[in-house]
């Protein structure tokens, strides 16, 4: 039984109560999520240069330079001049030599070997980074609840990509093609901004602790993070677009702008029989639709962010702003792709400005959904 005492006798210090964590912030120990964070801003460093290598790649021809998928033993390179002799007939045996590249020398197939070599063997680095980074946290116990499944998503879709990269490869090598089929180069780069979306994601939400982000949701604008998500799904298909114009060289097809070989609608944009075939194959179809979708974006991208000015929060505002000069910059860089007929400079700054519109978006989402808290004068 409790022992009485005086309503005028002192509480000692000692017997206040503590506060203690919420069972969210105590299910890591301390400085794993930071960690955690860490690893995954390393991870997506990664996959950024692997988006731009692989878009070099493209632009340089180079995809179809290695013709085996070799996951394990194909990260050595050719040690001796046997071995590259060997790489080069291998090479030789494929329609993009035999029809396009024919008479090619040693030192020019080596530029591309390298290209595509570096590809590979950067996708076997993250990999490697992913696994180490995961196995630490996982046998330390650091991985917070809730968060196991969502890094092993990220480790199952590295693997499910290397498995499409080559899928993208293969198309490439038989069938008379002279490179890889465009809808698997779409496949390919659409995967990639995936797991790019995802790790960006969570870098957001490891920022903050459960409980700042429980409580911060309370204050969050329903309306503006379904315009956002819009916002977000229609850049995400433009990038898919984008990949389908790089497959197929549309890009170096129709030079002028605001017309299409002084058309409004290209009179060729049906050229391919079946019909559904200039979707994905006919280079007047999918720079319109690129180049239409764009205005899209841009239009609604105003709306939205003429819509984030009811907002309260200012990091919210300042957020999309970022996302509306980013929109104005990208569509800038397109016009200009186009009209220098898409110079391997030109054509991945404008790739890497997908790369860095899709995380603006992703960043005034998150902070739709879970306002930064800010003092009462704003």
């Known amino acids: 039984m409790a022992e009485k005492r005086s309503i005028f006798q002192e509480v000692d210090s000692?017997?206040?109560?503590?506060?203690?964590?919420?069972?969210?912030?105590?299910?890591?120990?301390?400085?794993?999520?930071?960690?955690?964070?860490?690893?995954?801003?390393?991870?997506?460093?990664?996959?950024?240069?692997?988006?731009?290598?692989?878009?070099?790649?493209?632009?340089?021809?180079?995809?179809?330079?290695?013709?085996?998928?070799?996951?394990?033993?194909?990260?050595?390179?050719?040690?001796?001049?046997?071995?590259?002799?060997?790489?080069?007939?291998?090479?030789?045996?494929?329609?993009?030599?035999?029809?396009?590249?024919?008479?090619?020398?040693?030192?020019e197939f080596k530029v591309i070997y390298w290209w595509e070599w570096g590809h590979r063997q950067l996708g076997r680095v993250i990999g490697l980074v992913w696994a180490a980074g995961f196995a630490y946290f996982a046998l330390r116990r650091e991985i917070p609840t809730g968060w196991m499944g969502r890094l092993l998503l990220l480790g199952a879709l590295g693997g499910l990509q290397g498995a499409i990269g080559w899928w993208m490869v293969s198309s490439g090598l038989e069938g008379g093609r002279l490179d890889v089929a465009p809808y698997r180069l779409a496949t390919h780069l659409g995967l990639a901004?995936?797991?790019?979306?995802?790790?960006?994601?969570?870098?957001?939400?490891?920022?903050?602790?459960?409980?700042?982000?429980?409580?911060?949701?309370?204050?969050?604008?329903?309306?503006?993070?379904?315009?956002?998500?819009?916002?977000?799904?229609?850049?995400?298909?433009?990038?898919?677009?984008?990949?389908l114009v790089a497959g197929n060289d549309a890009g170096r097809t129709y030079t002028d702008w605001p017309l299409m070989g002084g058309e409004v609608f290209p009179s060729l944009a049906f050229e391919f029989a079946p019909w559904w075939r200039n979707f994905f194959e006919g280079e007047a179809l999918v720079q319109f639709n690129h180049r239409l979708l764009g205005y899209l974006i841009f239009v609604?991208?105003?709306i939205v962010w003429r819509a984030s000015r009811r907002s309260a929060k200012r990091a919210t505002k300042q957020a999309f702003d970022w996302v509306a000069v980013m929109l104005f910059g990208q569509m800038v860089l397109g016009v200009g792709t186009v009209l220098y007929a898409a110079p391997w400079h030109l054509a991945i700054v404008h790739q890497l400005g997908a790369v860095a519109l899709i995380c603006l978006i992703l960043r005034a989402r998150f902070l739709s959904m879970y306002p930064a808290s800010q003092s009462v004068k704003g």
């Open 300 to 302: 609604f991208g105003l």
């Open 14 to 107: 000692a017997e206040k109560p503590v506060a203690q964590a919420g069972v969210i912030d105590r299910a890591s120990r301390p400085g794993a999520r930071r960690a955690i964070r860490l690893w995954l801003m390393a991870l997506f460093a990664l996959v950024v240069v692997m988006i731009a290598v692989g878009g070099l790649t493209r632009l340089t021809d180079s995809g179809l330079s290695i013709t085996e998928w070799k996951p394990v033993t194909g990260a050595l390179p050719p040690l001796s001049a046997e071995a590259w002799d060997a790489e080069f007939d291998k090479y030789k045996q494929i329609p993009e030599y035999q029809q396009q590249n024919a008479g090619m020398s040693m030192a």
């Open 193 to 243: 901004f995936i797991i790019l979306g995802l790790i960006c994601w969570y870098v957001l939400k490891l920022g903050r602790r459960e409980s700042d982000l429980m409580q911060a949701r309370r204050d969050g604008d329903a309306k503006l993070k379904r315009m956002s998500t819009g916002l977000m799904h229609a850049s995400y298909l433009q990038v898919v677009l984008g990949a």
